[in-house]
């Protein structure tokens, strides 16, 4: 069964820093992996899709990279700023069980203050 | 935004009564899915349907039942409520294939079982 794992639980920073919060899976038989924001309270909203034959995906100042061999994935934010304080999940799709089902890892809990 | 809904947002209610939560989608998709979230656990599949009548069970299934009468509608229904339903409910559809693939989220159901 696949198990998805984010490390760290928890980051606290101040704005303006770079951070990479770290994703790993341990089956390397995925189709793809999504990096998800979830704010308190709220649904989950899709940042970025790494499909299974990519390295790495960019959006704004975000950046996914996949190391499927090695079942790791990072996503980096530059810049931070207080409005990037949320949770943010990682989710692979297996493509050995339930068609489209994620696994998802417990996210990792982000504040960035001013 | 794929056109998801969730009805009811928040509900409480008391143990050992029947609950039915309902994922409305205006997309068409084939696939829905539904999870809950707690904390420590992350988001795990409760069931999920590939059509219309057509549903299996997840990994957590136990004390739930679904239906898929349209294609529009998955109820997820808790047929005795208890204290260990609590959680937040997220109805999910699927789109594309493969690595290509995508899913996207309600805006969730926060039930209270009293």
């Known amino acids: 069964k696949q198990e998805v794992t984010q490390i760290p639980a928890a980051l606290s920073v101040p704005e303006g820093e770079n951070l990479v919060l770290n994703c790993s899976f341990t089956?390397?038989?995925?189709?793809?992996l999504q990096w998800f924001r979830q704010d308190p309270g709220k649904g989950l909203t899709s940042l970025l899709l790494i499909q299974s034959s990519q390295r790495e995906q960019t959006s704004g100042r975000l950046n996914a990279s996949l190391d499927k061999s090695s079942g790791r994935s990072t996503l980096y934010i530059a810049a931070s700023q207080p409005g990037d304080s949320a949770t943010y999940l990682c989710?692979?799709?297996?493509?050995?069980?339930?068609?489209?089902?994620?696994?998802f890892g417990r996210g990792t809990q982000l504040t960035v203050w001013p | 935004d794929a056109g998801i809904t969730q009805s009811p947002r928040h509900k409480v209610t008391e143990t050992g009564t029947p609950v039915t939560l309902r994922c409305h989608q205006t997309?068409?998709?084939?696939?829905m899915y539904w999870y809950r979230q707690d904390p420590g656990h992350g988001l795990r599949l409760i069931h999920y349907s590939y059509g219309v009548k057509d549903t299996d069970k997840g990994e957590v299934s136990d004390g739930y039942s679904v239906s898929r009468s349209k294609t529009e509608d998955f109820l997820l229904t808790l047929e005795s409520a208890t204290s260990s339903q609590t959680s937040v409910y997220f109805c999910?559809?699927?789109?594309?294939?493969?690595?290509?693939?995508?899913?996207?989220f309600g805006p969730g159901t926060r039930l209270t079982v009293l």
């Open positions: 999910a559809i699927y789109r594309g294939a493969g690595e290509f693939s995508e899913q996207f």
């Open positions: 989710a692979v799709s297996d493509r050995g069980s339930t068609l489209g089902r994620l696994y």
């Open positions: 997309e068409n998709h084939r696939y």
């Open positions: 089956d390397s038989a995925i189709y793809n």
